[in-house]
């Protein structure tokens, strides 16, 4: 029983190049989200999806797309990256009112 | 104004000391508090989790929520240099609101032994 898994754990862009971080879940939630952790910043909500095909913009979805695959794996994409994403990403897995997060991806972009 | 205010610390106490860590916040439909612990370089992982008022008890971790004051504490006692870490806060209203957490900032503290 992994829990939440998230692939990479660290990657260096150039500015402009695209990627997907990708995570997965075997808890069976039907709910997952994305977050971006900066200092000073705190845990910011980028996208939500409640439900298997379902997604929504949280607080910070400028520069993001999101793909719910299926119950287990929810991915975030960047087109286009910018310096201003750099930070660490997490994805969380929720059951009611608790989150379950990954380990986190480590994101710089040059 | 923030909705949820968490002082950033950094914290720094003895072996065995009682930590103290606090919230304040805005909104009154606030129902569901939680305390999160992050160590460094990893993922938050859910402490506590109290519903509306009142205290609850986890061996050496004791969460409390005073709605009247909108103030919501997390005491460690006996700390050990295990519970250095990042506090972080999160609650949510009742219904609505998607059931997304109102994130605190973080508390930063470290145990000496």
């Known amino acids: 029983n992994a829990g939440v898994t998230q692939t990479p754990k660290f990657q260096v862009l150039k500015t402009g190049q695209s990627m997907t971080l990708q995570c997965a879940q075997d808890m069976n939630h039907n709910s997952m989200y994305w977050y971006r952790q900066d200092p000073g910043m705190g845990l910011r909500l980028i996208y939500y999806s409640a439900s298997e095909g379902t997604t929504d913009k949280g607080e910070v979805p400028n520069g993001y797309n999101v793909s719910r695959l299926n119950k287990r794996e929810f991915s975030l994409r960047l087109e286009s990256a910018a310096p201003s994403q750099t930070s660490v990403y997490f994805c969380a897995s929720i059951f009611n009112y608790e989150q379950y997060f990954g380990p986190g991806t480590r994101l710089t972009v040059t | 104004q923030k909705e949820v205010e968490q002082d950033p610390g950094p914290l720094s106490v003895p072996e065995g000391a009682i930590v103290s860590l606090n919230c304040t916040y805005s909104?009154?439909?606030?129902?569901?508090f939680m305390w999160y612990r992050q160590y460094s370089r990893k993922g938050p992982e859910l402490l506590m989790y109290t519903y509306s008022s009142g205290n609850k008890e986890d061996g050496r971790f004791t969460a409390q929520v005073d709605k009247s004051s909108k103030y919501i504490s997390l005491f460690i006692r006996d700390s050990q240099p295990s519970d250095s870490a990042t506090y972080l806060c999160a609650m949510s209203p009742l219904s609505g609101n998607n059931r997304k957490l109102i994130w605190g900032l973080g508390t930063s503290l470290a145990v000496n032994p």
């Open positions: 909104n009154s439909a606030f129902q569901y």
